[in-house]
């Protein structure tokens, strides 16, 4: 075999190399962040939804620090109860199932509704009952006293102008609606790129290794390859999972998270554990077709 030979080898098997990266890269992110699946598991395996309660309950105290502490306490327990952490995990999954139909192609908008009517029956209940424990006392310290005030736990969800639901649409206005716009543009342009530019690209590098090294040489050249792409980003995962993302991009991560730190760790320990599989997959299916050229090399020989 010639020097350029051996050099165009090398090229192709450079180039199979960062095609299998790329392709494995993207089909974790169709079997991840575009799978409705990994979002059930990850709320599953992680404290989320509890997590996004404490978050939701602290910023409404934070709304409430003027307020009487007798009657921000009576309102933040009465809320904590009526938007427990399984509604919050349930209307996020509502929400992505939402957002996975328009990048699929399915509806043009987000078409979603978070219902909010038993909510505010649930808080309605809680608060008057909570009240109706309190002192005659208290009540009066709160403007409680008379029937039918604001106060009144009576007209409580009326005074807080509640909707009855909550179009997730409405959620979304002027530049964050452009912005889901773009995003799901581009992930639908990728997919359809996606589709079937890899696989071409795979087919022509096959060719390419076998017109070089002939079939049994080419398939090892080629399983070498895809074999050690798979290799690497295994590699690089485990290095982000670590190293880096506790040393290095950890921090920053947490720093100003809304949410309690080890949520965030466990769900970014959750997702990067997700993208182990395919790469694995990947491998073997690689170290068979290197296998496969030394079978076709033994049968050329036994010929």
């Given at each position: 075999?010639?020097g ?5 080898l ?20 169709e ?28 910023q409404?105290q ?27 995990e ?54 409680l ?54 696989y ?71 997702t ?10 990947f ?21």
């Amino acid at each position: 075999m010639t020097g350029a030979k051996k050099l165009l080898l090398v090229s192709v098997a450079l180039v199979t190399f960062l095609t299998g990266c790329i392709y494995i890269a993207g089909m974790q992110v169709e079997r991840s962040v575009l799978n409705t699946d990994f979002y059930d598991g990850l709320l599953k395996h992680t404290a989320l939804g509890s997590a996004l309660q404490t978050a939701f309950t602290s910023q409404m105290q934070q709304q409430m620090e003027d307020a009487p502490p007798v009657a921000a306490d009576l309102m933040v327990e009465s809320m904590s109860k009526a938007v427990t952490a399984e509604w919050i995990e349930k209307q996020l999954l509502i929400v992505v199932d939402d957002a996975l139909a328009m990048v699929d192609g399915q509806q043009e908008t987000l078409m979603a509704t978070i219902e909010l009517e038993n909510r505010k029956q649930i808080f309605k209940r809680e608060f008057e009952e909570a009240v109706e424990a309190l002192s005659e006392r208290e009540k009066e310290q709160l403007g409680l006293e008379e029937k039918g005030s604001q106060g009144d736990p009576v007209d409580i969800t009326e005074a807080m102008d509640l909707p009855d639901d909550l179009p997730v649409a409405e959620l979304l206005e002027g530049e964050a609606a452009a912005e889901l716009e773009t995003v799901v543009s581009g992930i639908q342009k990728f997919r359809s790129y996606f589709a079937f530019i890899p696989y071409a690209a795979f087919l022509l590098l096959m060719g390419l290794f076998y017109l070089l090294a002939g079939a049994s040489d080419g398939l090892k050249w080629f399983g070498a390859s895809a074999t050690i792409a798979a290799v690497i980003f295994i590699l690089g995962l485990l290095v982000t999972n670590s190293v880096l993302l506790p040393n290095t991009l950890g921090p920053h991560l947490v720093e100003d998270a809304p949410i309690d730190v080890t949520v965030v760790e466990s769900t970014v320990d959750y997702t990067v554990g997700q993208m182990y599989t395919f790469p694995i997959y990947f491998a073997i299916f690689g170290l068979l077709l290197f296998a496969a050229g030394f079978a076709v090399s033994a049968a050329a020989g036994r010929g």
